[in-house]
């Protein structure tokens, strides 16, 4: 399959044309991005960077070396806590880092935070896998363990937001397996996630489920 081809179908994905409507316009765009896989993103990222100007950075623990062959592009065949051999790659400040690699909510949480400093003030920072709707029970891609790790990831990203409402924007993309995008407010370091602490299980609202009181309007 040709470039052309894979760009095309990534556009009949509604979570990439999420990031693509967000960042086709940029100029002189510099992506880093964390798996590869099948090359969709991929196409998305060196086709915006062909119209604009700019270059993609990959990196997948498998070799796609061979999947693309573009000046714009460079291919690391390595793990992405892989810090010291991928930051002398990173030659200038960065406007996208996309997250689609090890889908484990603390593996991300690590990876934000180190590739954070790289990034622009205003740059975006989008992370794939986020909705577990298409995971439940009576729905299209029924997986229970997709469904656990994509929760505990939206988790995840609502804590670091909630740590940092001063520092970031946060948005979300539901369609298909969902993605949340982050943009870059200030040029200070994040703080630590903070815990988002759910009401629902409070001692105050289990009495009043068991004594069965209603809210007072």
């Known amino acids: 399959m040709n470039p052309k081809e894979k760009f095309k179908i990534a556009l009949s994905f509604s ?16 992506i880093l991005e964390f798996g590869v896989n099948n090359g969709f993103s991929t196409s998305m990222f060196l086709n915006i960077c062909n119209q604009n100007g700019g270059h993609l950075t990959s990196v997948d623990v498998d070799d ?16 992405d806590d892989n810090f010291s051999y991928i930051k002398k790659s990173i030659k200038k400040k960065l406007d996208v880092i996309y997250i689609d690699s090890f889908h484990e909510p603390n593996h991300i949480e690590k990876i934000l935070f180190f590739y954070y400093k790289f990034l622009n003030k ?32 939206f988790s995840k990203i609502l804590e670091i937001y909630f740590g940092n409402l001063k520092n970031l924007k946060l948005e979300f993309c539901f369609d298909d397996s969902g993605i949340a995008k982050l943009t870059k407010k200030t040029n200070k370091p994040l703080n630590n996630p903070k815990i988002v602490f759910n009401s629902e ?13 209603k809210p007072k309007k």
């Open 15 to 30: 979570h990439y044309n999420f990031i693509y409507r967000n960042i086709s316009s940029l100029k002189n765009i510099n």
């Open 201 to 213: 299980f409070s001692l105050k609202n289990c009495l009043r489920r068991v004594l069965n009181r």
């Open 64 to 79: 796609y070396s061979g999947l693309f062959k573009n000046k714009r592009w460079t291919f690391l065949k390595s793990r």
């Open 122 to 153: 205003n740059g975006s920072i989008y992370i794939d896998d986020i909705s577990w709707i298409p995971y439940v029970k009576n729905s299209y891609r029924v997986n229970s363990w997709n469904e656990i790790i994509n929760r505990k990831t």
